[in-house]
């Protein structure tokens, strides 16, 4: 079964800016873009070190049993140090406010955000809920309590 996302473009939002789309048939990630309003198409600049949210025109509405993981592309990630700060972004199946990417350049030069410009990637995926149990004891493992790098370098 393929899971259906529907997409609500906001009225200020230029229509010609692409849906969501995947650019290779293996790809697992759509590329979500950079849509900004009338008044903010040149773009915007972010400094070493800046954040911001960026819009993209969309609203969705994600199958229950589904989430939207929002990641960083990898190109803009190597070629500039520009990424997600909240990577990856959930957008649960319950939301259906705005769609923005929270950019942050961690690179060393400004980077221009272009309106249109694809800015992160999008992947559906299934949801498990848990229900959580208090106990008294945990199950015993080899691992035991060692954690951040107890296991080998980094």
Do not use: C
Not at 12 to 21: E, G, N, T
Not at 88 to 104: E, S
Not at 125 to 143: C, D, I, K, S
Request: neutral net charge; without cysteine; charged residues 20%.
């Amino acid at each position: 079964m393929t899971p259906e996302v529907l997409v609500l473009v906001e009225d200020w939002a230029d229509p010609a800016v692409a849906l969501p789309s995947y650019a290779t048939a293996g790809a697992a990630g759509a590329d979500l873009r950079a849509n900004f309003p009338p008044d903010q198409r040149a773009g915007v600049t972010l400094a070493p070190g800046e954040r911001r949210l960026v819009p993209t025109g969309l609203r969705v509405e994600i199958p229950k049993g589904f989430e939207m993981q929002v990641r960083p592309r990898s190109g803009l990630a190597l070629k500039h140090g520009v990424t997600l700060l909240n990577t990856p972004g959930t957008i649960d199946a319950d939301y259906r406010g705005p769609l923005g990417v929270i950019l942050v350049n961690l690179g060393a030069e400004p980077f221009q955000v272009v309106h249109g410009e694809r800015i992160a990637q999008a992947v559906i995926a299934p949801v498990v809920t848990a229900r959580f149990v208090t106990t008294q004891n945990l199950g015993e493992t080899a691992r035991g309590t060692g954690g951040f790098g107890s296991t080998g370098r980094g």
